[in-house]
């Protein structure tokens, strides 16, 4: 919840005035609770650009993503109009009513990632729809200060200037570059495995990290993000289809593999990457006797499950899940 009221104590404890906050705050307090990392902005945006339908996402960062992040799809893009409304609060065009939020199955469904990280960045917004008119737009702090049309192909543009620049008790947690790079690149990782048909492309700091065509599969897309020598340790799995069960698919390296970190052990539920502690920790048991201790293995597993059996709404950017049967 965003609580929008301040209570201002005057006179000691005598008198308390309750005042609203301005829009452009209670924004920043939103952004709160959608970011509090740049890695956070960077999942929103390339959200946004999977739900558009894009089939190229190249994203830039620079300084751990703190002096920007730029996401940049050929999906399909948004008319002058809708860019204007876009990062407005609530502004979506994927729900309409609350009663959609289970069965939703494109990413976002608050309609305010875009409202909030504008209110804290300096941000521009260059789109255009295939038949339609180009647009750019420029925000500081929330506040529209520049607006024209603009010559462009296709998709949408989104650069994330000076993250929380204007909250300065955000900014002084923001962690130092390696950091926020490691967390970024491994939500990138995550978006390559899980979206095999989007040629995806990351670049840090100017040079390019990642560079991910379409891959024929998951072990192919393995060795474009780790090397052939990786992906050969790699074993895919299936699990049989039944009727009310969970399907699992995937891939999970062999004895012989073993890593000093978790880094590269990926869940998805339903396309969703998420952390579950359950769930690393059954794959963690199965290797028990298996790799030496505190050592770990890689693998990309996923979980297809009725929505039903599940509750993805647990946290607010919705990177755990609840089972509602975890034994089964
Ligand atoms: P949500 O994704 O929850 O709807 P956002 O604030 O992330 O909310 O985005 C608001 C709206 O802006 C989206 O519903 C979509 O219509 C539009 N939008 C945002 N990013 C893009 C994009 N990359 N391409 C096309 N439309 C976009
Ligand atoms: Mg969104």
């Known amino acids: 919840m ?16 309750i005042k609203l906050l301005p829009p452009n705050e209670i924004n920043k307090i939103a952004a709160g609770e959608v970011v509090d990392r740049p890695a956070n902005v960077v999942k929103e945006l390339v959200e946004n650009a999977i739900d558009a339908g894009s089939t190229k996402i190249t994203v830039h960062i620079v300084d751990g993503g703190k002096e920007l992040i730029r996401v940049a799809d050929d999906g399909c893009g948004m008319s002058p109009q809708d860019a ?7 502004a979506t065009s994927k729900i309409t009513s609350v009663e959609q939020l289970q069965e939703i199955s494109t990413f976002g469904f608050r309609g305010e990632a875009l409202a909030s990280i504008s209110a804290v960045s300096k941000f521009t917004l260059e789109t255009k729809e295939k038949d339609g008119q180009g647009i750019q737009l420029k925000l500081d702090g929330g506040t529209l200060v520049a607006e024209s049309e603009i010559p462009f192909d296709q998709g949408t ?4 200037a000076d993250l929380f620049f204007n909250v ?27 979206y095999l048909d989007i040629h995806f492309k990351l ?12 891959a024929k599969d998951i072990i192919s897309r393995a060795a474009q993000l780790w090397g052939h020598n990786f992906a050969q340790q ?33 869940f998805f539920v339903n396309k969703r990457w998420i952390k579950n502690y359950q769930l690393s920790n059954a794959l963690l048991k199965g290797y028990m006797n298996v790799l030496p201790p505190a050592k770990y293995p890689a693998c990309c597993v ?7 059996e599940i509750d993805i709404n647990i946290h607010p950017r919705k990177e755990e899940v609840k089972f509602l049967h975890p034994r089964t």
């Open 302 to 308: 996923f979980i297809e499950i009725n929505p039903e």
């Open 168 to 194: 300065p008790a955000r900014q002084k947690f923001l962690k130092k570059r390696e950091t926020e790079n490691r967390h970024i690149t491994q939500l990138f990782h995550a978006f390559c495995l899980d």
């Open 2 to 17: 965003i609580f929008f009221v301040t209570l201002i104590q005057k006179l000691g404890k005598k008198v308390q005035r």
């Open 234 to 266: 790699l074993t895919p799995i299936e699990t049989e289809k039944k009727d009310g069960r969970p399907h699992i698919t995937g891939a999970i390296t062999n004895h012989e593999y073993f890593r000093y970190d978790r880094n590269n052990i990926f």
């Open 157 to 160: 543009d989104i650069k994330i």
């Open 203 to 214: 670049f840090v700091d100017g040079r390019q990290t990642v560079q991910c065509p379409p």
């Open 84 to 90: 204007k409304f876009c990062i407005k609060n609530h």
